[in-house]
C-alpha cells in the first residue's frame, strides 16, 4: 500500500519558468494539503482541496500560485513565473474521511536559479 | 491565526539524557499532533492528544496536553541518536472551521551517541 507519493523530489527551474509539483494521496484519501518549509522552519499551511473542489486556500500567495486536484488523477501544485524566493521544500498531505491524521510524502524541493 | 510557539528551537545533548520540549499558544485547541521529520523526508505522525491534561506515552516519548488545551510537552527518556530529527507540534483550533492543522516552526534535535 504505497504512501503519499510526491514528485519530482527535487526540482531545478529558472526565473521566469513554471514549476508543477505532483501528488498522489494515499488510496481512498480524499482530502488532500500542500505545506511549504524554509530551512530551520515549521510547515506553512497553502491549501487544502478536496476531490474537484478547493476549501481553503488562505495561504496561497494569490498571484502566480494555483492548485487542483481532479477527479482523476493527481493534485497539481502549479508555480508560474517563479522567483528566487519560491525556493523551498513542498510537501502535500492526505487523510481519509473522517480521519484525523495527515500522511505526509517526502516532498519536493523546489530551487529557483 | 493560531500561533504555536515551540521550545527550545535547537537541542544537541547526549546519548543517555532526559529531555523536554514544549509548545505553546495563547489559543485553546480541540486536539494536538506531535510529528517527526528526518532531513529529507516529510513528518511522520507521533501521537494526538485531545483531551486536556492527557498523557500518552509511546516507548521512551511522554506527550501531555495542558489542562486548558493551550499547550503541550513531549518528554524523551533516555535519548538515543535515533531520537536525532525535527520535532513539530500541530494543532487544530477549537473554534471550529476547516480541518487545517497549524504548524509550530519545531524543535531540532541532535542527539549524540
Known amino acids: 500500500n504505497a504512501g503519499v507519493m510526491q514528485n519530482p523530489r527535487h526540482l531545478v527551474r529558472r526565473r521566469g519558468q513554471e514549476a508543477r509539483l505532483r501528488c498522489s494521496p494515499m488510496k481512498g484519501h480524499s482530502h488532500v494539503y500542500w505545506y511549504r518549509q524554509l530551512p530551520e522552519e515549521g510547515l506553512k499551511f497553502m491549501v487544502y482541496?478536496?476531490?474537484?473542489?478547493?476549501?481553503?486556500e488562505s495561504g496561497m500567495p494569490k498571484e502566480r500560485f494555483s492548485a487542483e486536484f481532479p477527479k482523476e488523477g493527481p493534485s497539481i501544485l502549479r508555480i508560474q513565473q517563479v522567483v528566487r524566493g519560491d525556493s523551498a521544500a513542498y510537501f502535500c498531505a492526505s487523510r481519509g474521511q473522517g480521519d484525523e491524521k495527515l500522511f505526509f510524502g517526502s516532498g519536493t524541493q523546489l530551487s529557483v536559479l | 491565526t493560531q500561533l504555536l510557539e515551540q521550545s527550545p528551537q535547537f537541542l544537541s545533548i547526549q546519548e543517555g539524557e532526559n529531555l523536554t520540549v514544549y509548545c505553546n499558544s495563547s489559543s485553546v485547541f480541540s486536539s494536538l499532533q506531535w510529528y517527526r521529520q528526518e532531513p529529507g523526508e516529510g513528518p511522520v505522525l507521533l501521537v494526538t492528544?485531545?483531551?486536556?491534561?492527557e498523557v500518552k506515552k509511546l516507548k521512551r516519548l511522554t506527550f501531555q496536553f495542558g489542562d486548558a488545551r493551550k499547550d503541550s510537552s513531549l518528554h524523551i527518556t533516555a535519548a538515543q541518536p535515533g531520537d536525532t530529527g525535527l520535532y513539530l507540534c500541530?494543532?487544530?483550533?477549537?473554534?471550529?472551521?476547516?480541518?487545517?492543522?497549524?504548524f509550530g516552526r519545531g524543535t531540532s534535535l541532535i542527539v549524540h551517541p
Open positions: 482541496l478536496q476531490k474537484e473542489n478547493i476549501i481553503d
Open positions: 500541530a494543532g487544530l483550533p477549537a473554534s471550529g472551521g476547516s480541518y487545517i492543522p497549524t
Open positions: 492528544v485531545v483531551t486536556g491534561g
